[in-house]
């Protein structure tokens, strides 16, 4: 029974390595990729404002509507260096309150600057213009105070010192079982909050400015990404630094401060992971609806309306909720496969050089991270080509209606997999470093033992499945409006097969 970050474990530094390329390349890609698919959806809707909206647009107009997503994403960026700025200026003993300051400050910046630019940019803008340009202005604060509700409930189900955390941990006192029963039965309980926060987004923005508006929220909510990234970077970085002082034996004092670090760390990525899953559904909703206006666009009617009770559209929409189910088992038995490789090699070579154990000679760390990093790239094949082929496939059969209902039933049940997964595991996580701290008896107790298992189970759910979703969902959305103009080849959008 080697402790987590004991050095004589030949998996410890891909435990490392893991920790930066997943929390920090990979969410800064997550998030990336959200960012940029967003600007796309808004600048695609401003080109076809008129179609969309009852506006009379001129030159001058059309170009500063298809140029303010740009800006707005600017003043993002300005807020975020700020916030970002205030933190490392002020300081705080208190990690987890000085990010949330941080963020607090970005938000009320970009709100203030965004009003600025936006005072600005009217300048020359008939009546109805400007008025449209202030409304989605107010779109955009919307859609990052949204954003902020989101985080920040993920904050409340997965702090340490919330109550959802410690009841997961005092479920751990009866046993393996409930402890995983209660973290995901709070996992699917988190998913409520965000949804009624993107649900009121959605309403305010639409009414402000139509699908435009929601597109726009969608910006808005990933213009502070600057301060979101740096927050999650801020998790792996504390984790890092723990596992040194521990692989270093440099006493229990400072691990003892390096494991308080950490506990706001894991809540920091589970802010984040939910702040960007939010930000994802928003922005593949914003893709939706250009969607919809791109296949208006080349055939009048298309998508006017997704009739369910069209069976074409219905199988659509049952497929759409079917496949993040499928990507997330997909995606979980990965990591159970790479994870019995890893144990397989870590027996191997104890076995094979005893002297490992005994601390005389390092364990061979590169071969660990060869068979993660391998297996990793190996195990995203088949996902990667389902996110690919089952979109095409789907407008090809049953057409672009039913591709429509596609996205429609990714989206929502997308949504509900990645809160849940990504708030149970981090709760998990965080009821098992409760636990080390000295509560409920502490290390080594069967209560310890039952709330690492929860903290396992959890990895892969907020690791790996939970953020891929809003991939998946990003690339899907993107794909359909990529091959469009193909599909309508098919029946006139119709599909090969009419029902």
Same mark, same amino acid.
């Given at each position: 029974?080697?402790?987590?970050?004991?050095?004589?474990?030949?998996?410890?530094?891909?435990?490392?390595?893991?920790?930066?390329?997943?929390?920090?390349?990979?969410?800064?890609?997550?998030?990336?990729?959200?960012?940029?698919?967003?600007?796309?959806?808004?600048?695609?809707?401003?080109?076809?404002?008129?179609?969309?909206?009852?506006?009379?647009?001129?030159?001058?107009?059309?170009?500063?509507?298809?140029?303010?997503?740009?800006?707005?994403?600017?003043?993002?960026?300005?807020?975020?260096?700020?916030?970002?700025?205030?933190?490392?200026?002020?300081?705080?003993?208190?990690?987890?309150?000085?990010?949330?300051?941080?963020?607090?400050?970005?938000?009320?910046?970009?709100?203030?600057?965004?009003?600025?630019?936006?005072?600005?940019?009217?300048?020359?803008?008939?009546?109805?213009?400007?008025?449209?340009?202030?409304?989605?202005?107010?779109?955009?604060?919307?859609?990052?105070?949204?954003?902020?509700?989101?985080?920040?409930?993920?904050?409340?189900?997965?702090?340490?010192?919330?109550?959802?955390?410690?009841?997961?941990?005092?479920?751990?006192?009866?046993?393996?079982? =409930? #402890?995983?029963?209660?973290? /995901? +039965?709070?996992? %699917?309980?988190?998913? @409520?909050?965000?949804?009624? *926060?993107?649900?009121?987004?959605?309403?305010?923005?639409?009414?402000?400015?139509?699908?435009?508006?929601?597109?726009?929220?969608?910006?808005?909510?990933?213009?502070?990404?600057?301060?979101?990234?740096?927050?999650?970077?801020?998790?792996?970085?504390?984790?890092?630094?723990?596992?040194?002082?521990?692989?270093?034996?440099?006493?229990?004092?400072?691990?003892?401060?390096?494991?308080?670090?950490?506990?706001?760390?894991?809540?920091?990525?589970?802010?984040?992971?939910?702040?960007?899953?939010?930000?994802?559904?928003?922005?593949?909703?914003?893709?939706?609806?250009?969607?919809?206006?791109?296949?208006?666009?080349?055939?009048?009617?298309?998508?006017?309306?997704?009739?369910?009770?069209?069976?074409?559209?219905?199988?659509?929409?049952?497929?759409? =909720? #079917?496949?993040?189910?499928? /990507? +997330?088992?997909? %995606?979980?038995?990965? @990591?159970?496969?790479?994870? *019995?490789?890893?144990?397989?090699?870590?027996?191997?070579?104890?076995?094979?050089?005893?002297?490992?154990?005994?601390?005389?000679?390092?364990?061979?760390?590169?071969?660990?991270?060869?068979?993660?990093?391998?297996?990793?790239?190996?195990?995203?094949?088949?996902?990667?080509?389902?996110?690919?082929?089952?979109?095409?496939?789907?407008?090809?059969?049953?057409?672009?209606?039913?591709?429509?209902?596609?996205?429609?039933?990714?989206?929502?049940?997308?949504?509900?997999?990645?809160?849940?997964?990504?708030?149970?595991?981090?709760?998990?996580?965080?009821?098992?470093?409760?636990?080390?701290?000295?509560?409920?008896?502490?290390?080594?107790?069967?209560?310890?033992?039952?709330?690492?298992?929860?903290?396992?189970?959890?990895?892969?759910?907020?690791?790996?499945?939970?953020?891929?979703?809003?991939?998946?969902?990003?690339?899907?959305?993107?794909?359909?409006?990529?091959?469009?103009?193909?599909?309508?080849?098919?029946?006139?959008?119709?599909?090969?097969?009419?029902?």
């Amino acid at each position: 029974d080697l402790p987590e970050d004991d050095p004589r474990n030949p998996a410890t530094i891909a435990d490392n390595v893991g920790d930066n390329v997943g929390d920090i390349a990979g969410m800064g890609s997550d998030l990336f990729d959200s960012y940029v698919a967003s600007i796309i959806a808004a600048m695609m809707l401003a080109a076809t404002l008129p179609l969309i909206v009852d506006i009379t647009l001129t030159e001058a107009g059309r170009f500063v509507y298809t140029v303010f997503p740009i800006v707005i994403c600017g003043v993002g960026l300005f807020a975020s260096l700020l916030g970002i700025l205030f933190i490392k200026w002020k300081g705080s003993d208190d990690p987890g309150k000085a990010l949330n300051t941080g963020t607090y400050l970005s938000t009320l910046l970009f709100a203030a600057l965004a009003a600025l630019f936006t005072l600005i940019m009217v300048i020359g803008l008939t009546g109805e213009e400007a008025t449209m340009l202030w409304k989605l202005c107010g779109c955009a604060v919307i859609g990052l105070l949204a954003g902020i509700i989101l985080g920040f409930t993920s904050d409340y189900f997965t702090r340490a010192d919330r109550k959802p955390t410690r009841k997961m941990a005092e479920a751990a006192q009866e046993g393996h079982a =409930v #402890v995983i029963l209660s973290g /995901f +039965s709070y996992g %699917l309980l988190s998913v @409520v909050p965000p949804a009624i *926060g993107i649900i009121i987004a959605m309403v305010f923005a639409y009414l402000l400015s139509g699908v435009f508006g929601v597109a726009m929220a969608a910006v808005g909510m990933l213009a502070i990404v600057g301060t979101i990234v740096s927050n999650d970077a801020y998790g792996p970085i504390v984790d890092n630094a723990r596992a040194i002082a521990e692989q270093g034996d440099l006493g229990d004092d400072i691990i003892r401060t390096a494991d308080h670090l950490d506990s706001a760390g894991n809540t920091a990525k589970a802010i984040t992971k939910g702040f960007a899953i939010g930000a994802a559904n928003l922005t593949v909703l914003a893709l939706l609806f250009s969607f919809a206006t791109e296949a208006n666009d080349i055939n009048p009617g298309t998508l006017d309306v997704m009739d369910l009770l069209k069976l074409n559209v219905l199988i659509g929409a049952f497929i759409g =909720v #079917v496949v993040p189910a499928l /990507f +997330s088992a997909l %995606l979980i038995r990965a @990591v159970q496969r790479n994870a *019995g490789k890893m144990v397989e090699e870590i027996r191997r070579q104890f076995e094979s050089n005893p002297k490992i154990l005994t601390g005389e000679e390092a364990a061979d760390f590169s071969r660990t991270i060869d068979i993660a990093t391998k297996g990793s790239l190996k195990e995203l094949i088949i996902p990667s080509i389902i996110s690919i082929v089952i979109p095409i496939t789907v407008g090809i059969l049953f057409g672009v209606a039913a591709l429509g209902a596609f996205l429609a039933g990714a989206i929502l049940s997308g949504f509900v997999f990645a809160i849940m997964m990504s708030n149970a595991g981090g709760a998990w996580d965080n009821a098992k470093k409760w636990i080390e701290d000295g509560n409920l008896g502490g290390k080594g107790t069967e209560t310890h033992k039952a709330s690492i298992t929860g903290d396992t189970v959890g990895d892969p759910f907020k690791d790996t499945a939970g953020p891929s979703i809003n991939t998946l969902l990003v690339v899907m959305s993107l794909t359909a409006s990529i091959f469009l103009g193909f599909l309508m080849l098919f029946g006139n959008g119709a599909g090969l097969l009419v029902f």
